[in-house]
């Protein structure tokens, strides 16, 4: 990173001087406060309290439960229509054409509940539709920080390939498997060295072909066939960004800031999709709720677990079982990802940083917009200043 006033001419790829090394010996947690043994201790036990919250439930109902999951899916023999894999191939099939049968059919009920009493708010803890949009949401900007991380030259091998990562959060949750992620993406990669510029930009296309507009199929065509297709999205994500970047090869003395430009890019369609979303899901929501006068109760019935009916109840039993778990998919990857953002910030040790930090104002405007733009808007902004501090460091400029 060059720490001249002057900026190179068009064109020219801008060298690392030795000096900014010597005035950021490094950026990562190993050896800047919280040391990782903190951070180990943190994130891993996030990371337990997130499977026992969210799998319990699921893996142990009450033995007075007469519809489950496993009514939809019975075990090792799931319905043809989620056979996509066929058994010559191996053993390992059946595990995978279970594992697709489970996540479509959560995903169904809780888009789509086939029980009118129950969906769409006009029970309390309904509201599947909102909840699933602010989720889906909400996987925006950690998906961003995942891939574009991946791209920088510094990036270690354990955050290297990110559908990887994407694929175990289709499996075991993303709220069990985002702490484990950002733990080792804070203690083993520098950000300092910048995403080159025609890989920044194919993470974009590969975010909005690979996971938004999937996304918006899902949730907008009534066809179980799409909600499975979906469950691929990080491999689909993956595909799509590096075929972008085979057809639009990097340029000839390119520019590795506009990488940054790029992960704002990412960041900015993530905050704008965020806080729209969440409009229109908190609106829809109040209404369903008896009025905007009542908005608090829509934001807490999105959101928040509930209690779930009893087993006598069979339908309502499993629906809000599947609904808990998702919110608390939701909750866990809010809170790992915005106080990894935190930590990221911390991290670039300059004086923007430490004074933003310490500024009132900064938290006042986070929490303000938490309320109003919802958990994906302020994930996005906080990931976008780091990142805009970063560039500014890269520019010679003082922060």
């Known amino acids: 990173m060059s720490t001249a006033d002057e900026k190179p001419t068009a064109g020219a790829v801008k060298p690392e001087s030795p000096s900014a090394v010597a005035k950021h010996p490094t950026t990562t947690a190993v050896s800047h406060p919280p040391p990782a043994i903190l951070l180990a201790l943190l994130f891993t036990g996030i990371s337990a309290i997130a499977w026992r919250l969210m799998w319990y439930p699921m893996t142990h109902p009450s033995p007075l439960a007469t519809l489950t999951l496993r009514n939809y899916c019975p075990e090792g023999a799931p319905p043809s229509d989620f056979l996509w894999f066929p058994a010559s191939l191996g053993s390992w099939t059946t595990i995978v054409n279970d594992t697709l049968c489970l996540l479509t059919t959560c995903f169904e009920l809780i888009l789509r509940s086939p029980w009118s009493e129950i969906s769409f708010g006009t029970a309390p803890g309904g509201g599947g539709r909102e909840m699933s949009w602010q989720l889906l949401a909400t996987v925006l900007p950690p998906l961003g920080v995942m891939y574009l991380e991946a791209e920088r030259p510094s990036a270690s091998i354990w955050v290297k390939y990110p559908f990887v990562w994407g694929l175990a959060y289709q499996n075991l949750g993303a709220g ?202 302020l994930l996005a902004g906080t990931w976008m200043w780091r990142d805009d501090i970063l560039w500014e460091e890269r520019e010679g400029k003082r922060v």
């Open 176 to 377: 069990v498997v985002c702490p484990l992620y950002y733990f080792l993406l804070l203690v083993t990669s520098e950000p300092r060295a910048p995403v080159p510029s025609h890989r920044g930009e194919a993470v974009l296309v590969g975010l909005v072909l690979g996971y938004i507009l999937p996304t918006v199929a899902m949730c907008y065509f009534e066809d179980y066939r799409i909600t499975l297709a979906w469950q691929f999205f990080p491999l689909i994500m993956a595909l799509f960004r590096d075929a972008w970047a085979f057809v639009r090869p990097a340029a000839a003395g390119e520019d590795p800031g506009y990488g940054d430009f790029w992960a704002r890019m990412v960041q900015g369609l993530a905050l704008a999709i965020g806080g729209t979303v969440h409009l229109m899901a908190i609106l829809e929501a109040a209404e369903l709720d008896g009025g905007y006068a009542k908005m608090w109760i829509a934001w807490e019935r999105t959101f928040l677990p509930v209690e779930v009916p009893s087993p006598a109840d069979a339908e309502g039993y499993l629906w809000h079982t599947v609904a808990n778990f998702l919110k608390w998919d939701w909750i866990f990857i809010f809170i790992t990802s915005y106080i990894t953002g935190i930590f990221a910030v911390a991290q670039t040790r300059t004086a923007r940083a430490k004074k933003e930090l310490a500024d009132i104002g900064t938290w006042t405007i986070m929490t303000g917009s938490f309320i109003l733009l919802g958990p994906a808007a």
